[in-house]
């Protein structure tokens, strides 16, 4: 990919392939211009001073002190149910722009008694901002797989919804490492309550030095029993004991997994736990020095289930596509690589079996269209890409 035409095409080539998204978090994905607005708001309210934080909302990979800086303003975004709802419309709409067509976003329900926000009002801004979409089909119910903002008033509606893009989406209810068991069940329960709104499945995040593994096991415990799949920020800092824990519990997906050791590697080797990989944020928060050195390598070379994510679109200035140029440019992958790691990612969801049907229909679908695009692809055509698109899985 050294001449510039390659480049070219292979960065095209990222943003014209279908992706699926894991690890995103919903406040960290808001737009810079949402965020830019309503900072302004908080400041002119007096909550804030607005010229703290106008130059790192407008700047453009931000450094680690600065983000740090914007997780705290999202914290104070988080407790208005209509900022919500606006925030979770326009996520859901930048990732379906950017050809994701799968989508599991993942946030901590929020308690806030003086905004009289309580876990369940908060998850319901989520939902009505779901439901808000209106631009794109936008299929989040456990219950059935229909679009669920479709209007079947007439015919014509119904014809012109399904000529828009689709986008699946699932939740996934977070569990903050500074939370209580209790509230860690709060959590659970809730998540259960809302299955048929499209919860499939619960993270446990946060600062990775705040908090002990025993405070969470219970309640992620009782989340596997009830059917709940469980994702688990893991081995973001050097902490032994706590990440052979975190393996010993055999979660579906691990995120970021930064400081295993080559004897962890091996137990999740073992127990085939899919890696969550963030590539732009282990570099922005330091967790590698270079990006060359990434463990995405070894696990890539390895066969290792893996899936690459953007943990925040908004606080490091990335998109999926981007994930996966970052991802092609620095391991020297090509066309076939980078695909074969977008349809491989239709295994890991927590949306079910009718979703990857769905999903591999979808993928089947557009590898037809890209041979006819791609110079490189277009000795595939017809039958010869859907025969491509079966081998990859």
Request: aromatic residues 6%; contains cysteine; proline residues 2%.
């Given at each position: 990919?050294?001449?510039?035409?390659?480049?070219?095409?292979?960065?095209?080539?990222c943003?014209?392939?279908p992706?699926?998204?894991?690890?995103?978090?919903?406040?960290?994905?808001?737009?810079?211009?949402?965020?830019?607005?309503?900072?302004?708001?908080?400041?002119?309210k007096?909550i804030?001073?607005?010229?703290?934080?106008?130059?790192?909302?407008?700047?453009?990979g931000?450094?680690?002190?600065?983000?740090?800086?914007?997780?705290?303003?999202?914290?104070?975004?988080a407790?208005?149910?209509?900022?919500i709802?606006?925030?979770?419309?326009?996520v859901?709409?930048?990732?379906?722009?950017?050809?994701?067509?799968?989508?599991?976003?993942?946030?901590?329900?929020?308690?806030?008694?003086?905004?009289?926000?309580?876990?369940?009002s908060?998850?319901?801004?989520?939902?009505?901002?779901?439901?808000?979409?209106?631009a794109?089909?936008?299929s989040?119910?456990?219950?059935?797989e229909?679009?669920e903002?479709?209007?079947?008033s007439?015919?014509?509606?119904?014809?012109?919804c399904m000529?828009r893009?689709?986008?699946?989406?699932?939740?996934?209810?977070?569990?903050?490492?500074?939370?209580?068991?209790?509230?860690?069940?709060?959590?659970?329960?809730?998540?259960?309550?809302?299955?048929?709104f499209?919860?499939?499945?619960?993270?446990l995040?946060?600062?990775?030095?705040?908090?002990?593994?025993?405070?969470?096991?219970?309640?992620?415990k009782?989340a596997?029993?009830?059917?709940?799949?469980v994702?688990?920020?893991?081995?973001?800092?050097?902490?032994k004991?706590?990440i052979?824990e975190?393996?010993?519990?055999?979660?579906e997906?691990?995120?970021?997994?930064?400081f295993?050791d080559?004897d962890?590697?091996?137990k999740?080797?073992?127990?085939?736990?899919?890696?969550?990989?963030?590539?732009t944020?282990?570099?922005r928060?330091?967790?590698l020095?270079?990006?060359?050195?990434?463990?995405?390598?070894?696990?890539?070379k390895?066969?290792h289930?893996?899936v690459?994510?953007?943990?925040?679109?908004?606080?490091?200035?990335?998109?999926?596509?981007?994930?996966?140029y970052?991802?092609?440019?620095?391991?020297?992958?090509d066309?076939?690589d980078?695909?074969?790691?977008?349809?491989?990612?239709?295994?890991?969801?927590?949306?079910?079996s009718?979703?990857?049907?769905?999903?591999?229909?979808?993928?089947?679908?557009?590898?037809?269209?890209?041979?006819?695009?791609?110079?490189?692809?277009?000795?595939?055509?017809?039958e010869?890409?859907?025969?491509?698109i079966k081998?990859?899985?």
């Amino acid at each position: 990919m050294e001449r510039g035409g390659d480049v070219a095409e292979m960065k095209e080539w990222c943003r014209s392939i279908p992706k699926i998204e894991l690890h995103a978090h919903l406040n960290g994905c808001i737009r810079d211009s949402t965020l830019l607005e309503l900072a302004k708001v908080l400041g002119e309210k007096g909550i804030i001073n607005f010229a703290d934080v106008e130059h790192v909302i407008r700047k453009c990979g931000r450094s680690l002190s600065e983000c740090f800086q914007l997780f705290d303003l999202f914290h104070i975004l988080a407790t208005d149910h209509g900022t919500i709802s606006r925030i979770t419309k326009e996520v859901v709409e930048d990732f379906a722009a950017d050809e994701v067509v799968y989508l599991e976003l993942r946030t901590t329900p929020k308690n806030n008694e003086t905004k009289g926000m309580t876990k369940r009002s908060y998850m319901k801004a989520v939902i009505d901002g779901l439901r808000s979409v209106d631009a794109l089909n936008v299929s989040f119910s456990n219950s059935s797989e229909r679009t669920e903002n479709i209007s079947s008033s007439t015919q014509n509606n119904y014809a012109n919804c399904m000529e828009r893009k689709t986008i699946h989406i699932r939740l996934l209810l977070s569990i903050d490492r500074r939370e209580t068991t209790i509230a860690a069940m709060e959590t659970v329960c809730l998540a259960l309550e809302l299955r048929e709104f499209g919860v499939v499945g619960i993270d446990l995040s946060g600062n990775p030095i705040v908090g002990e593994w025993k405070t969470f096991l219970p309640a992620l415990k009782y989340a596997k029993e009830q059917g709940l799949s469980v994702t688990l920020h893991c081995g973001e800092v050097s902490n032994k004991k706590e990440i052979q824990e975190m393996l010993d519990f055999v979660p579906e997906r691990i995120g970021h997994a930064c400081f295993l050791d080559k004897d962890d590697w091996e137990k999740a080797r073992v127990l085939q736990i899919p890696v969550e990989i963030c590539l732009t944020s282990n570099l922005r928060t330091e967790r590698l020095s270079t990006i060359d050195l990434h463990h995405f390598a070894n696990l890539h070379k390895g066969n290792h289930p893996l899936v690459l994510c953007t943990d925040d679109t908004g606080l490091f200035s990335t998109t999926l596509s981007n994930e996966y140029y970052l991802a092609a440019a620095t391991f020297g992958l090509d066309q076939k690589d980078v695909l074969r790691l977008a349809t491989n990612a239709i295994e890991f969801v927590f949306g079910g079996s009718e979703v990857k049907k769905a999903l591999r229909g979808i993928f089947g679908d557009s590898a037809r269209k890209l041979a006819e695009v791609f110079p490189s692809w277009k000795s595939l055509g017809g039958e010869d890409v859907k025969v491509q698109i079966k081998s990859l899985r």
